[in-house]
Nanobody, 123 residues
Framework: QVQLVESGGDLVQPGGSLRLSCAAS????????IGWFRQAPGKSREGVSC????????YYTDSEKGRFTISRDNAKNTVYLQMNSLKPEDTAVYYC????????????????WGQGTQVTVSS
């Protein structure tokens, strides 16, 4: 069965780091563009980062400002989001999702979604 599972979320202090993982089963992750999204309490889901199927194209929103790095290991069927210098405003449930369309332009048309992993940045 097609499945995406996020992991790595935790409670961290401001300035800390986390690495989120998005593991796929039931399909070959290397055929898909993968996006990371987040949803904070009381807010809509927003796009965070994207990586093309080959890894040759990546995209970040301005809020990351070089703090986050997306990468993939297709041999492990996994995509990662390395998050450094975390801020309280990064607190959210983080989701990964897959689509065929490459990164850029819109955050639409993601076909498969994980259940999310909680990231809490607080003192």
């Amino acid at each position: 069965q097609v499945q995406l599972v996020e992991s790595g979320g935790d409670l961290v202090q401001p300035g800390g780091s986390l690495r989120l993982s998005c593991a796929a089963s039931g399909f070959t992750l290397g055929a898909y563009t993968i996006g990371w999204f987040r949803q904070a309490p009381g807010k809509s889901r927003e796009g965070v980062s994207c990586i093309s199927s080959s890894g040759g194209t990546t995209y970040y929103t301005d809020s990351e400002k070089g703090r986050f790095t997306i990468s993939r290991d297709n041999a492990k069927n996994t995509v990662y989001l390395q998050m450094n210098s975390l801020k309280p405003e990064d607190t959210a449930v983080y989701y990964c999702a897959a689509r065929f369309r490459t990164c850029g332009s819109t955050w639409s048309n993601y076909n498969y979604w994980g259940q999310g992993t909680q990231v809490t940045v607080s003192s």
